[in-house]
């Protein structure tokens, strides 16, 4: 079967965020319909994955307003859930979260890290992030809490943060 150009870019990140630290590291790439994870112990992954959640797919599926209501919030956590838990026995233990993805980068500025090349987004930050939507689906003006109101970025913080606490991340490096 043809490796597709998402494939190519996740072993390539992969290979990459691998060669630099030697060490296991786990890529997440969160795209519009599917989030793709490599995780693995050497230069080669030992697990590619493919999930059916991404920003599009996931709040076409849940949101109908914009930024999402907190029902709608909840009923995309629970697919999100769903689609993650098959994944948790195929992700290296004590590996490195990677992510290169534009979005994510832009919730670690939101979440008031610096615009470098690298930083890390820590899983407790990615929690303030979430309770900020929380907030905003509760009704609070997304302004407010210095959110964009927009569904793609509230889905990508979703599924980071269901990643990151589901498959015990401390932080990501972006």
């Known amino acids: 079967m043809p490796v597709s150009l998402d ?20 890529v997440l790439q969160i795209g519009a319909e599917q989030t793709r994870i490599a995780s693995g112990h050497g230069p080669v ?9 991404g920003t599009r797919r996931t709040a076409a599926a849940h949101f109908r307003h914009e930024p999402p209501t907190a ?30 993805d534009a979005m994510v980068r832009e919730l670690a500025q939101l979440a008031g890290l610096p615009d470098r090349p690298a930083v890390s987004l820590s899983r407790e930050a ?19 809490e210095g959110l964009p109101a927009r569904n793609d970025l509230a889905t990508t913080l979703l ?16």
């Open 7 to 26: 494939d190519e870019r996740l072993r390539r990140d992969y290979a990459t965020r691998q060669a630099e630290t030697g060490a296991p590291v786990t």
């Open 45 to 53: 992954p030992d697990a590619v994955l493919a999930l059916d959640i």
């Open 71 to 100: 029902d709608e919030l909840e009923n995309a956590i629970m697919t999100v859930e769903d689609a993650l838990a098959p994944a948790r026995a195929r992700i290296v233990a004590g590996s490195a979260l990677s992510c290169s």
């Open 126 to 144: 990615i929690e303030r992030l979430f309770d900020r939507l929380g907030r905003v689906a509760l009704g609070r003006p997304a302004a407010l």
């Open 159 to 174: 599924i980071l943060r269901e990643f990151s606490h589901h498959m015990d991340f401390a932080a990501v490096r972006i």
